[in-house]
């Protein structure tokens, strides 16, 4: 059995306030880093890496905000992989991005410091009408490609898009990845194929905000996390190169799926106010 040592937490996650342990089967361990390399793979192409890990997490009997934080480890080092394989293929303009990345970190970081003292499930009856629109955005627009197209906003002003999603990715997290690359595409005009890139870049530095608030809070299972970001980190070298090779061909769908699997996920959780609604609908 693996004793993985959580070394602070909530009072009613951790009862006292002391150390607490979580008791993990060799099985439930091997699994739970099975699940991040497939995030990350996932996670490298259409984001979305979030809707495999936190469940995992949460099946295995860890407390919600210290999952929350163990996932933003895991996530941050196979990000950090991908972003460097498209990095160093050329598409990413770290210049260019450096406004936006300055806003994501602020924002994220103030998310994450409210998440641990605020309930964010009035969120889950905003996220899924989101998802749809961005399903619907990816599956209609009939101008999606890899070709960068008009821009409307410039980096310092998309800074401040960027602080929005940083403070939701911060304070919540599921479909974050989607919604910047949704909005490089529409505000920035950045081409498919480079707004998933710079995607990476953007939700990486959402991730270490969001990480180190957390783990100043007590909120991040290092053992556990450390293990789950090594096969992060390799899924997320394969995603990022199966991205690059296939472009918009693989992204595009990719992205679609994941934005309707995760709504369907919210949308199954009983105390989505959208999911109570739609099944007293239903069942009268």
Known sequence: ?????????????????????LHLSPETFAILVAVAGLAGFVDAIAGGGG???????????????MALGTNKLQSACGTAAATFNFARRGYIDMKEMAPPVAGALAGSAIGAALVQQLDPSFLSGLVPILLIAVSAYFLLSPKMSDVD??????????????????????????GTGSFFT???????????????????????????AALVALAAGGHVIWTLGLAMAVANALGGVFGAKAA????????RPLLVVMSLALTAKLLADPANPIGKALLAWVHP
């Open 182 to 208: 949704i909005a490089l595409i529409s505000l920035m005009g950045l081409g498919l194929l480079r707004a998933t890139a710079s995607t990476k870049l953007l939700n990486l530095s959402s991730n270490l």
């Open 51 to 65: 809707l495999i890990v936190l469940p995992a997490l949460l099946a295995a009997g860890v407390p919600p905000v």
């Open 1 to 21: 059995m693996f004793w993985i040592p959580a070394f602070a937490g909530t009072a009613d996650e951790i009862g006292s306030g002391e150390s607490s342990l």
């Open 244 to 251: 690059m090779r296939f472009g918009g061909r693989l992204i």
């Open 149 to 174: 197209q008009h821009r409307w906003l410039q980096p310092p002003a998309f800074a401040l898009v960027a602080f929005g999603i940083g403070f939701y990715d911060g304070f919540f997290g599921p």
